[in-house]
C-alpha cells in the first residue's frame, strides 16, 4: 500500500492538475508522482553539476590555452614556410637530384632529433625560456 499525502495547491494549478487528470488513463497521483520523479532528478543533476563545475571550468580554460598555443604554432609554421619559399631560389635542373638527397638525409636527421626530444621529455620552447636564446642544434 502506498502512503498517502495532503497537498496544498494554490488555484491555478489545482485546475491545471484537473485538467490533466480529466483525460483518460491519467490520475491526479500519477501526474504528481511523475513531476516529483523529474524534479527530485534535476536536483541531483544540478548538485553533479555544482561539484563537477570547477574541474570542468578548469578543463575548458586549458582547451582554450591550447587552442591558442595550436593558431601561434600554426601560423608561424606558416609564416616560415612563406618566407622560406620567397627566399630560397629554384636550383637547376642539374643540382635538384643532390639536393633531394641533402634533403631527405636532413629531414630524417630532423625527424630523429625530434624523436630523441620527445622520448626524453624535453621541449624545444622550455630550453629557449630556460636559456634565454636558442639552443644549438643537437647532432
Given at each position: 500500500?502506498?502512503?498517502?499525502?495532503?497537498?496544498?495547491?494554490?488555484?491555478?494549478?489545482?485546475?491545471?492538475?484537473?485538467?490533466?487528470?480529466?483525460?483518460?488513463?491519467?490520475?491526479?497521483?500519477?501526474?504528481?508522482?511523475?513531476?516529483?520523479?523529474a524534479?527530485?532528478?534535476?536536483?541531483?543533476?544540478?548538485?553533479?553539476?555544482?561539484?563537477?563545475?570547477?574541474?570542468?571550468?578548469?578543463?575548458?580554460?586549458?582547451?582554450?590555452?591550447?587552442?591558442?598555443?595550436?593558431?601561434?604554432?600554426?601560423?608561424?609554421?606558416?609564416?616560415?614556410?612563406?618566407?622560406?619559399?620567397?627566399?630560397?631560389?629554384?636550383?637547376?635542373?642539374?643540382?635538384?637530384?643532390?639536393?633531394?638527397?641533402?634533403?631527405?638525409?636532413?629531414?630524417?636527421?630532423?625527424?630523429?632529433?625530434?624523436?630523441r626530444?620527445?622520448?626524453?621529455?624535453?621541449?624545444?620552447?622550455?630550453?629557449?625560456?630556460?636559456?634565454g636564446?636558442?639552443?644549438?642544434?643537437?647532432?
Amino acid at each position: 500500500m502506498k502512503p498517502r499525502h495532503n497537498l496544498y495547491l494554490d488555484d491555478v494549478i489545482t485546475e491545471q492538475l484537473e485538467a490533466l487528470a480529466s483525460r483518460p488513463g491519467s490520475s491526479k497521483s500519477a501526474i504528481v508522482a511523475d513531476a516529483l520523479r523529474a524534479w527530485l532528478a534535476r536536483r541531483a543533476a544540478n548538485e553533479i553539476d555544482d561539484l563537477l563545475r570547477v574541474r570542468l571550468d578548469r578543463i575548458s580554460a586549458q582547451l582554450h590555452r591550447i587552442e591558442r598555443d595550436q593558431r601561434i604554432v600554426t601560423e608561424s609554421l606558416g609564416l616560415f614556410i612563406r618566407y622560406q619559399l620567397t627566399v630560397t631560389p629554384p636550383l637547376p635542373e642539374s643540382e635538384q637530384a643532390a639536393a633531394r638527397a641533402v634533403g631527405q638525409d636532413r629531414f630524417q636527421a630532423f625527424i630523429d632529433q625530434v624523436g630523441r626530444r620527445m622520448a626524453g621529455g624535453r621541449s624545444f620552447a622550455e630550453d629557449v625560456r630556460s636559456r634565454g636564446s636558442v639552443p644549438e642544434a643537437a647532432s
